[in-house]
């Protein structure tokens, strides 16, 4: 701070001065360290954030200065703190580690000494959700400490169409935290689709989630959607459309396409939604056939179309198409009808 004296200046009230100035100094100096002391708490309680799928491995990150002979400690904090992992004297005490994570922690060793203190946890569980503490002693007296919270999703793996009539029963299981449903169409209607909704937690804490609705417009295309904090999947299906196979076809062949559609991770043929004929990973994986379809598969298209032969009166029903990419699974219906009459 800066002071300017002006020539006529009454030197008698200089102590006076001296003094405010002492106390405005006082008072900045105690603002100070109320801000500093405030901006300290608020740097060592709060703390990053990992998200980590269920029965995953998950990497809870720290670092610290390096220097010689470091001391690392792992706590979660929670009543009891139980200890996580440690290392000192250049080895792992697991003698001392919580039995919940006795075999599951490993820290990156070669990058100890660059000061990476970070550790590998695997097959994460719910209970492993909370807040840890990492420190690092190290022998010159610094001490380092920080904070992370962990979190654990089980994602939503598949989404699952089923139609009996005009009723459409969409579900999926085995997620974490608890899903949110929706339908929509394709055109977009402007009637409110009215579902059914049920979810329900099992024994291993995960959701399951189950939507029925009724829907009579045979041209409608209908969209189910799950989504978490984490990320969401869908399900398009679309309506059958007929198939005709007479006597005097040899071969049928059944297309696979759907509009707008990403390349496929997976695709599976199945007759009547339960019997699987093909089974495809990725669009240059081999097809498999199941044996009970080696019969009549007699050819399966690069672009996924299924050619028949052999058929019979049995074989009259829906085939169904599922492609399945990162987000959507795309289940593409048609019902094939054999006409009277001895197939060739």
Request: aromatic letters at 10%; proline letters at 6%.
């Amino acid at each position: 701070m800066r002071w300017f004296v002006q020539p006529a200046v009454n030197w008698s009230l200089l102590p006076l001065i001296h003094i405010q100035f002492s106390q405005n100094e006082r008072k900045m100096s105690a603002f100070k360290s109320l801000v500093v002391l405030i901006f300290n708490f608020w740097t060592l309680t709060t703390a990053d954030e990992v998200s980590c799928v269920l029965a995953e491995s998950c990497i809870l990150p720290c670092s610290f200065q390096p220097g010689k002979d470091p001391e690392i400690y792992w706590v979660k904090v929670e009543p009891g703190n139980p200890r996580v992992h440690t290392y000192y004297k250049d080895r792992d005490k697991f003698d001392i580690q919580s039995e919940r994570f006795r075999c599951r922690t490993s820290l990156f060793t070669d990058q100890i000494s660059r000061g990476n203190a970070s550790i590998r946890l695997t097959g994460l569980q719910l209970q492993d959700q909370g807040r840890y503490e990492c420190y690092a002693n190290i022998k010159n007296g610094v001490k380092e400490e920080s904070f992370i919270n962990l979190r654990a999703d089980a994602p939503v793996r598949h989404v699952d169409i089923e139609q009996v009539e005009d009723s459409f029963t969409c579900r999926s299981e085995g997620i974490y935290p608890e899903p949110q449903l929706t339908w929509s169409t394709r055109p977009p209607s402007i009637l409110i689709l009215q579902n059914q909704t049920s979810v329900k937690k099992t024994e291993q804490q995960l959701y399951e989630i189950s939507s029925t609705v009724t829907l009579s417009d045979r041209d409608t295309v209908l969209i189910c959607s799950i989504s978490t904090r984490s990320g969401w999947r869908s399900s398009v299906w679309y309506q059958p459309t007929p198939v005709h196979v007479s006597p005097s076809e040899t071969t049928t062949t059944i297309h696979c396409t759907a509009p707008n559609t990403k390349p496929p991770t997976h695709r599976v043929w199945k007759f009547n939604h339960s019997q699987i004929i093909v089974d495809q990973t990725g669009v240059d994986g081999p097809p498999r056939v199941s044996e009970q379809w080696r019969q009549q598969v007699e050819d399966v298209s690069a672009s996924g179309s299924l050619t028949l032969h052999h058929l019979s009166s049995d074989h009259q029903g829906t085939f169904t198409c599922e492609l399945s990419s990162e987000e959507e699974t795309h289940f593409i219906n048609r019902y094939v009808t054999i006409e009277e009459g001895k197939i060739p």
